[in-house]
């Protein structure tokens, strides 16, 4: 399946897998791989949402970070739906504390983010732990050549369904950037944009982990509730700062592509790229956190002068 970020591809499998789980047996029948901790969490709650009237179901995510001795415990108890990262999967493999006789439905969530983390690798030893009888699904916003040799390789002759996008962004979301000059007037920048915009919530994207808190502290010294996210800070503190922003706590995010990647905030009235990203694929992504499920958002890109050939 592929289809652009935001338009509900959670639902598109998670729905109908839910109509096949077998309520009455404990064990894993549903594997879904996820490449961050965020998306594995979000699925597992989109899961749970789903089977609010299904009795005796079960849903476990799994993923680095969270306290093996628990994740042993609640794996002996038997979900019948297991969403995890790659990493923290293949350990439960290894341990054989994550059994797969009774798989059903494996699914690949975020194909594309899973090959640029270079777990794709990760992912082939997992597949080669199934019996092969169960069904495979996978979902990509993007299909590039990698991906579409693990479908290959893995899927027994699949439909590849791709939902038309007219264009790679949602229209309901408002495009612009400014040309900026050093960090100075990145900075002004923002400081003019928090003044004079109409927000609700607001995600920047920085390109390093560093820049995350030291921008932080100058949007909080100028008087603005907000927090950093990425791939250093601890799980709980991650979880923690997503539920901040998701209940108004606090109204701006500074992240990085790794920490955000998933995440699903029905608040976010803003993007602010204040790095200009790599390639046009995680800019996609990155205004895909706003102008989600037909709401309208703004999404700003900052542009150097040496960046104007990636505009």
């Given at each position: 399946?592929q289809a652009?970020?935001?338009?509900g591809k959670?639902a598109?499998f ?15 029948q ?7 901790r ?5 699925v ?5 949402t789903y089977?609010?009237c299904l009795?005796?179901?079960h849903?476990l995510?799994?993923?680095g970070g ?6 042993l415990?609640?794996l ?5 739906v297991?969403v995890?990262t ?23 969530d975020?194909?594309?983010e899973?090959l640029?983390?270079?777990f ?8 080669s732990?199934t ?9 990509s916003?993007t299909l590039?050549?990698p ?34 000059t050093g960090?100075?007037?990145k ?7 928090l ?9 920047i994207?920085?390109r390093t ?8 502290e ?9 927090a ?7 799980q ?9 922003l ?16 998933g995440?699903?905030?029905?608040r976010?009235?803003?993007v602010?790229n204040?790095d ?10 990155r205004i ?7 709401r ?12 104007r050939r990636?505009l």
């Open positions: 399946g652009q970020t935001g338009t959670t598109a998670a729905l109908p897998i839910l109509s096949q789980i077998d309520a009455k047996l404990n064990q894993p549903v594997l879904v791989l996820a490449p961050t965020e998306l594995a969490i979000q597992a709650e989109a899961f749970q089977a609010s009795k005796n179901f849903v995510p799994v993923y969270q306290d093996i001795v628990n994740q415990k609640q002996r108890r038997g979900p019948q297991v995890g790659p990493g923290r999967l293949l350990d439960h493999l290894r341990r054989k504390s994550l059994k797969l006789d009774h798989l059903k439905v494996m699914v690949l975020e194909a594309d899973m640029r983390m270079g794709i690798d990760d992912v082939e030893t997992i597949l732990h019996n092969g009888e169960q069904q495979t699904a996978l979902f916003a590039p050549e991906i579409r040799r693990v479908s290959q390789r893995f899927l027994t002759n699949p439909e590849h369904i791709k939902i038309e996008a007219k264009a790679t962004t949602v229209d309901t979301i408002d495009q612009s950037y400014l040309m900026v960090q100075n007037q900075m002004d920048a923002i400081t003019r944009i003044e004079v915009e109409d927000y609700d919530g607001i995600i994207f920085v982990r560093g820049a995350t808190t030291e921008l932080t100058k949007i909080i010294a100028r008087g603005h509730t907000c950093a996210i990425n791939g250093d800070i601890s709980s503190i991650r979880e923690r700062t997503i539920g901040q998701k209940n108004g706590k606090i109204d701006i995010l500074v992240a990085t592509d790794v920490a955000a990647r995440l699903d905030v029905q976010i009235s803003h602010i204040y200009i990203p790599y390639d046009a694929e995680t800019y996609v992504h895909g956190r706003t102008g989600r499920a037909g309208s958002g703004k999404a700003i890109l900052f542009v150097a002068n040496r960046e990636m």
